[in-house]
């Protein structure tokens, strides 16, 4: 049953088999989740961890597929089945799972408004969203603690209302940003793949202290002892993403529950003292939204600085490398051991008539799908740049010339075999001139010398009619400094000479 106006990009064509098929996840997510709580349960209370419902509602935020009258009339059953099957009465299992049912439609409610971005926790502000929503869903479960308390547990309301509230507003902190902040299923090998291998023997380290500091509160004791792992969870959030940092304060929230509230929560005479477990309760999960909201601000500050530092690499009309990024990068090439190394000047002849004729922002486009052309006559390894105006260079690691001369002739055919068409409709036909050098001893020429031979051949083919390609025959000479130093090249940061 939708039960808002924004049902995401996963609201798209949804097929037959999904439709099937969610539901019937979602049934047994909620059906295993249910058994773990309910084993989790003293006999004569409530469960200690119930995630049924926040489960419920991650996948209904996750999974529009499963957020159809299908999916809620499904959690509704799983919820009924486990509760009858493990002996309650239809009375105290359908007031039960209404109070659930009712919390999790409640949550739903508030998520159905908020854009993709927030329900995948994109933004530090999603956190504030996801506390709401949990307390609103928390409320509306501890209204249903005030009726349902005296008629099953024969407690007061009052008390009912704050133990369900707590209870339900531990449980959705704890559960729910692990489901929010898990990666697609689709993507989950490649996401699996590139976490491992970013990872580092450093990396291990909070998680261990995490541990640590949790025995250490464990072995201390007293009411202070929840907050000593929260420099260790501020850490894992420095240090993890937010799926992996949310995977740990979920742990942290468990051991809190089972552990802390079991061992502080009982009076001298052995009663469960009911106040000191919902403060427990509530410190647990509210300690557990730092570093979330820190591994958010982390993560966002690190994709920041990748479209930062994209920007500073590349040219923004062409998409290739700007002159400074591909002289670092062809350089980089060279001092990681490059055994040979080919590199291609090439300059689109008359340039200057085509946007003295066509217009500056024609040129533009012809620009444009030069670059595009060139890139599809490369090789995976090799690097396309643009050193200004209408100049580019290709860097060729491992190559040998007849390669490099293949590559060369590849980029001259995609350029002048078919006319570009502009915007406007009008077609354009450019040709392109090429030089190309090669050295077998990168690491001893250096990057200066096969470019500034590379540049005498692309101007034999200017001098010869241009349309064509020119090998460097001429001996590359070796550079007089050594192979890693930081002596600017003058050929890199240099205007370039006209053509």
Same mark, same amino acid.
């Given at each position: 049953m939708p039960l808002g106006p924004n049902r995401g990009a996963g609201a798209r064509a949804i097929g037959p088999a999904a439709l099937l098929s969610a539901p019937a996840f979602l @049934? %047994?997510?909620?059906?295993?989740?249910?058994?773990?709580?309910?084993?989790? $349960?003293?006999? !004569?209370? =409530? &469960?200690?961890?119930?995630?049924?419902? @926040? %489960?419920?509602?991650?996948?209904?935020?996750?999974?529009?597929?499963?957020? $159809?009258?299908? !999916?809620? =009339? &499904?959690?509704?059953?799983?919820?009924? @089945?486990?509760?009858?099957?493990?002996?309650?009465?239809v009375f105290k299992a359908a007031l039960l799972n209404s109070a659930n049912l009712a919390g999790v439609a409640t949550a739903y409610y508030v998520f159905s408004f908020l854009p993709d971005e927030m329900k995948t926790?994109?933004?530090?502000a999603s956190v504030l969203y996801v506390v709401i929503a949990s307390t609103l869903a928390a409320g509306m479960a501890g209204i249903f603690g005030a009726i349902a308390n005296?008629?099953?547990?024969?407690?007061?309301?009052?008390?009912?209302?704050?133990?369900?509230?707590?209870?339900?507003?531990?449980?959705?902190?704890?559960?729910?940003?692990?489901?929010?902040?898990?990666?697609?299923?689709?993507?989950?090998?490649?996401?699996?793949?590139?976490?491992?291998?970013q990872l580092s023997w450093r990396l291990p380290q909070p998680a261990l202290a995490l541990a640590l500091s949790c025995l250490v509160a464990g072995t201390i004791?007293?009411?202070?002892?929840?907050?000593?792992?929260?420099?260790?969870?501020?850490?894992?959030?420095?240090?993890?993403?937010?799926?992996?940092?949310?995977?740990?304060?979920?742990?942290?929230?468990i051991w809190s529950l089972v552990v802390i509230s079991?061992?502080?929560a009982v009076d001298p005479a052995g009663k469960v003292d009911q106040n000191a477990l919902i403060s427990g309760r509530l410190g647990a999960s509210l300690i557990a939204l730092a570093p979330i909201m820190v591994a958010i601000v982390m993560r966002n500050q690190a994709d920041l600085l990748r479209r930062l530092r994209l920007l500073a690499s590349r040219d923004q009309l062409t998409g290739s490398e700007n002159r400074r990024s591909y002289y670092a990068k062809t350089t980089q090439i060279v001092e990681t051991g490059a055994a040979r190394l080919a590199l291609l000047m090439i300059d689109l002849d008359h340039f200057k008539a085509i946007n003295d004729t066509y217009g500056h922002a024609?040129?533009?486009?012809?620009?444009?799908?030069f670059a595009d052309r060139a890139r599809s006559c490369l090789r995976r390894s090799d690097l396309l740049g643009r050193l200004g105006g209408e100049e580019f260079a290709v860097s060729a690691p491992d190559c040998s010339i007849e390669e490099a001369s293949a590559i060369a002739e590849r980029i001259r055919e995609a350029c002048g075999a078919t006319p570009i068409r502009?915007?406007?409709?009008?077609?354009?036909?450019?040709?392109?001139?090429?030089?190309?050098?090669?050295?077998?001893?990168?690491?001893?020429?250096?990057?200066?010398?096969?470019?500034?031979?590379?540049?005498?051949?692309?101007?034999?083919?200017?001098?010869?009619?241009?349309?064509?390609?020119?090998?460097?025959?001429?001996?590359?000479?070796?550079?007089?400094?050594?192979?890693?130093?930081?002596?600017?090249?003058?050929?890199?940061?240099?205007?370039?000479?006209?053509?």
């Open positions: @049934a %047994i997510a909620v059906a295993l989740a249910c058994v773990f709580g309910i084993l989790s $349960r003293p006999v !004569g209370y =409530l &469960a200690t961890v119930w995630p049924a419902n @926040a %489960i419920m509602l991650g996948i209904l935020i996750r999974m529009p597929a499963a957020a $159809r009258a299908s !999916g809620w =009339l &499904a959690g509704a059953a799983a919820y009924m @089945a486990v509760d009858l099957a493990t002996g309650s009465t926790l994109r933004q530090p005296p008629i099953l547990f024969n407690g007061g309301m009052l008390r009912g209302f704050a133990f369900w509230f707590a209870s339900e507003f531990v449980n959705y902190l704890g559960i729910l940003p692990v489901i929010l902040a898990a990666p697609p299923i689709r993507t989950m090998r490649s996401w699996r793949l590139r976490r491992r291998s004791g007293g009411p202070g002892a929840i907050a000593i792992p929260v420099p260790a969870l501020l850490w894992c959030g420095l240090a993890y993403g937010v799926f992996g940092t949310a995977m740990l304060t979920l742990a942290f929230t079991a061992q502080f024609s040129g533009d486009e012809v620009l444009a799908t502009l915007g406007d409709g009008r077609l354009v036909t450019v040709t392109a001139s090429i030089g190309v050098a090669i050295t077998t001893a990168p690491r001893a020429t250096g990057v200066d010398a096969v470019l500034a031979a590379a540049d005498a051949a692309l101007y034999r083919a200017k001098a010869k009619g241009r349309d064509r390609i020119e090998i460097s025959t001429e001996a590359i000479p070796h550079r007089t400094t050594s192979p890693g130093s930081t002596v600017p090249s003058k050929l890199a940061f240099t205007p370039l000479r006209g053509r």
